[in-house]
């Protein structure tokens, strides 16, 4: 529509599906053996990728110049990686949310038996690299218990119930953030309840107490991803990065990097915006490379930095974490 040119973005072709990240193409053999037609499919562009000016149409019509268009990584996480702060490769990242997407960023993808079996994914990212990532629940289990008790005519702010939260006793209930039963929205703390009886433990009492449920499980659960991260990639990763809206969430970070024994640093949070923009800046020549990118975000906005700070309490709860995910797992 801007340029009059048509053309796939790599990191959102990467999704469909449709695409050999071996080959580095659309997997045309594969496509026609299924019946699926290909005549739509157009050229696959990388991340900063120069498609044209803007149309002269749009430029009467607007007064605007004949504009520049970039391709960014058109994919949110895509974009919003590119914005991670790190300044050394053995790094995971965490674009927390509604969703939390946790993976690294590699030159190769991973293509093999136990990457399926823990399913992980190979998606584009920018700059020649992949981002080898599984998509973990997030905030959700957090965002429909707000929601339900707003409907019962209390309207807590995120604030109100991270701190009902803090003040709730460590270590009670623990969930599988990614248990089908939590998918849909609805009453979250009744499925909540439900998950703990059919996995023989006491539910919450109080709403705090749900909310922690919530967030120490998530935690385990980065966890469990960043163990079969370094299985996978075959070395430790030092340090975890988290982007977008879920670094406000002070005490789910402090969780984190308890639950992980890793140094966590969070920021920026319009990740996927400033991903954006600098790809752009680097397709124009604004800026020489990816790690450039990343200087210009360490120079720009504020970080913080967890430390870890008592992790031993939770290789207990990890443990319990394994066996409630696997009486889950039975039960499905």
Known sequence: WF????????????????????????????????????????????????????????????GAKRLTVVAPACHDTGSAVAAVPAATPDYAYIS?????????????????????????????????????????????????SRREWQRQGDDYSYDDITRMASEAPAFGAIVEPDDASFLRPGDMPGRIAEFCVKTGQTPPQTRGG????????????????????????????????????????????????????????TGPIEATATGNILMQAIALGHLGSLADARQVVRNSFDVTAYEPQNPAPWDEAYEKYLSVAARAKCQQ
């Not at 053999?29 to 149309?55: M, N, Q, S, Y």
């Not at 590699?106 to 399926?116: D, G, H, S, Y």
């Not at 120490?216 to 075959?234: D, H, I, M, P, T």
């Not at 030092?238 to 969780?255: K, R």
Request: net charge neutral; with cysteine.
């Open 3 to 62: 340029t009059g040119l048509k053309a796939s973005e790599f990191s959102i072709a990467t999704t469909t599906q449709f695409y050999d990240p071996r080959r580095g193409d659309w997997s045309l053999e594969l496509l026609d053996r299924l019946g699926i037609p290909t005549h739509f499919l157009t050229p696959v562009v990388a991340p900063g990728h120069k498609l044209g000016g803007l149309r002269k149409p749009l430029v009467d019509a607007t």
């Open 210 to 265: 749900i909310v922690r449920c919530a967030l120490e499980s998530l935690a385990l659960k980065y966890r469990w991803v960043l163990n079969c991260l370094e299985e996978l990639q075959g070395k430790r990763l030092e340090v975890v990065h988290i982007v977008g809206g879920g670094t406000q969430n002070a005490l789910l970070n402090q969780f984190a990097a308890d639950a992980m024994n890793r140094p966590v640093i």
């Open 96 to 144: 927390s949310g509604t969703w939390s997407l946790m993976g690294v960023e590699i030159t190769q993808p991973i293509v093999n038996e136990r990457a399926l079996e823990y399913n992980f994914t190979n998606e584009g990212g920018v700059c020649g690299t992949f981002r080898f990532l599984k998509n973990i629940m997030g905030l959700w289990l957090v965002q429909e």
